[in-house]
């Protein structure tokens, strides 16, 4: 129990510094604390927008934001999370050398002279082909999306035409066989005619973990799950604000339809609308 104590602390500490730096203007970095499912308890973790490619802007944000993380990378070194090291390694690359004393370099070689990490891998399998315990944590990743109804979500998942895997539990993504009401649901408020004949497939389930963002996996899994459709129509669907995967679903040739229209899941308070999409590679 002192240990889960002492990581509610860590965790509350490092959201006090959110306020920090939104009054410092610095909103490109957040701080939060995701449930650890192997250790039962919260666990630190970061998300990071791109900022614009402006000299005095990166200068203001990577001093504030260089030795803020350091007692997060040495939280992460204590629990062996090389996963989130190496995102913040990533992170570190794209700060001036100076941000840093070689002092803490040298404490912290996982983050500043890391061995080479294998590349996460993606794979994609039907459901048949996946094992009782792959299946449960495709299901586990889906959940904390938060976006999904729990309910007959297994099925769902064995239901799916491909499930997309990036190895290390870093991210899923699915190619979905939709049901007829939910696609008819979709088609009337959204605006969009989708017949099963034009848009077999729905791409969806599109996650990465908190800790591997940043690396563009997004891109990766949408592709790899495109890929799997065989040039059949594909629609997807997307929270309204997240831009990011707009961008991703774009750069695989989506295009974006119809009006946006309310989510039904008023117990997610952050989904106030979707946005449609429409795959135009369809053959």
Excluded at 22 to 50: C, I, N, S, V
Excluded at 182 to 210: C, D, I, M, N
Excluded at 217 to 241: H, K, M, P, Q, W
Aim: aromatic share 10%; hydrophobic share 40%; net charge positive.
């Amino acid at each position: 129990m002192s240990e889960e104590k002492e990581r509610l602390r860590f965790c509350l500490s490092f959201d006090q510094r959110n306020l920090v730096f939104f009054r410092a203007d610095l909103r490109h970095f957040y701080w939060f604390a995701e449930t650890d499912r192997a250790k039962g308890g919260p666990t630190p973790a970061f998300y990071y927008d791109q900022m614009a490619n402006d000299p005095a802007l990166l200068r203001n944000v990577y001093s504030f934001l260089g030795p803020a993380l350091i007692p997060l990378a040495l939280r992460y070194k204590a629990d062996g999370n090389t996963t989130a090291l190496h995102a913040l390694n990533g992170l570190y690359k794209q700060m001036p050398p100076e941000v840093i004393p070689p002092n803490v370099k040298m404490a912290l070689p996982e983050v500043f002279a890391p061995t080479v990490m294998a590349a996460p891998q993606l794979v994609a399998r039907t459901p048949d082909a996946c094992s009782e315990g792959q299946i449960d944590q495709f299901v586990k990743l889906v959940e904390a999306g938060g976006e999904v109804t729990s309910e007959g979500l297994v099925d769902r998942v064995r239901g799916a035409a491909s499930l997309i895997f990036l190895t290390q539990l870093q991210g899923i993504a699915a190619l979905k066989h939709p049901q007829p009401g939910y696609r008819q649901t979709v088609s009337t408020k959204s605006g969009v005619p989708l017949s099963e004949a034009a848009f077999p497939f729905e791409l969806g389930w599109v996650f990465v973990v908190p800790a591997a963002r940043g690396n563009r996996y997004a891109n990766d899994l949408v592709r790899a799950a495109v890929a799997t459709a065989g040039g059949r129509g594909i629609f997807a669907t997307s929270r309204e604000d997240n831009m990011p995967m707009h961008r991703a679903l774009e750069k695989f040739g989506f295009a974006r339809a119809g009006q946006c229209y309310p989510s039904e899941r008023g117990d997610y308070k952050f989904v106030t609308g979707g946005v449609k999409y429409s795959h135009l590679g369809r053959g």
